[in-house]
Nanobody
Framework: QVQLVESGGGLVQAGGSLRLSCAASGSIFSINAMGWYRQAPGKQRELVARISGGGSTGYADSVKGRFTISRNNANNTVYLQMNSLKPEDTAVYYC???????????????WGQGTQVTVSS
């Protein structure tokens, strides 16, 4: 069984910073891409940032230059550094990972439980 556990959400004023972490644990042979998504009330879940197994990154236009995604392969963790936060960044942030649980298995898509980020104006 694989689990993704997020931490680091909270309430911050506009212009502030937060750092989200997501640790994968359980039966893990390898991890391909990892990413962060968010879902605001009444809106669809959207991709915020993604990092490949090799470290290539991609960002939504709305967060480019403000957010930075990184990963530590030694402890199966992905991070999202969020700077210059805006009220429109308020959402539940979800961690996602493409994980091969054991040798020979296919890759499965796993999600964390979500962490709330609220940015006040």
């Amino acid at each position: 069984q694989v689990q993704l556990v997020e931490s680091g959400g909270g309430l911050v004023q506009a212009g502030g910073s937060l750092r989200l972490s997501c640790a994968a644990s359980g039966s893990i042979f390898s991890i391909n891409a990892m990413g962060w998504y968010r879902q605001a009330p009444g809106k669809q879940r959207e991709l915020v940032a993604r990092i490949s197994g090799g470290g290539s990154t991609g960002y939504a236009d709305s967060v480019k230059g403000r957010f930075t995604i990184s990963r530590n392969n030694a402890n199966n963790t992905v991070y999202l550094q969020m700077n210059s936060l805006k009220p429109e960044d308020t959402a539940v942030y979800y961690c996602n990972a493409e994980i091969r649980p054991h040798w020979g298995a296919r890759v499965y898509n796993y999600w964390g439980q979500g962490t709330q980020v609220t940015v006040s104006s």
